[in-house]
């Protein structure tokens, strides 16, 4: 059984960093696709950050340039470095994963979709301006 369980979530003030981490379990973790989405109250679910199992990565328009993920496979770890943070990226975080052959959309509008079978619970990221 697929496990992912996040930690790293906090609260910063605006301009800081935080590191979350996704530690998988039950699957072949490196030859997944793995991503982190976001949920803020009030609206949907939105993709932040994708990683196939070669190590190719997408983003969100949103964050390109400020978050970095990266993942560890002797450690089944997945990593989300999140830097020059701002108010609206307060929401809660999740890590999700799939197989290999997830397919990745990034929008004409920038934003990241794919439809991942294993979520995580999640880990809370409050920015304050």
């Known amino acids: 059984q697929v496990q992912l369980v996040e930690s790293g979530g906090g609260s910063v003030r605006a301009g800081g960093s935080l590191r979350l981490s996704c530690v998988a379990s039950?699957?072949?973790?490196?030859?997944?696709?793995m991503g982190w989405f976001r949920q803020a109250p009030g609206k949907e679910r939105e993709g932040v950050a994708t990683?196939?199992?070669?190590?190719?990565?997408d983003y969100a328009d949103s964050v390109k340039g400020r978050f970095t993920i990266s993942k560890d496979n002797a450690k089944n770890t997945l990593y989300l470095q999140m830097n020059s943070l701002k108010p609206e990226d307060t929401g809660m975080y999740y890590c999700?994963?799939?197989?290999?052959?997830?397919?990745?959309?990034?929008?004409?509008?920038?934003?990241?979709?794919?439809?991942?079978?294993?979520w995580g619970q999640g880990t809370q990221v409050t920015v304050s301006s």
């Open positions: 999700a994963a799939d197989g290999r052959d997830l397919v990745v959309v990034v929008t004409p509008t920038g934003e990241l979709e794919a439809d991942f079978s294993y």
């Open positions: 039950g699957y072949t973790y490196s030859s997944y696709c």
């Open positions: 990683i196939d199992d070669d190590g190719n990565f």
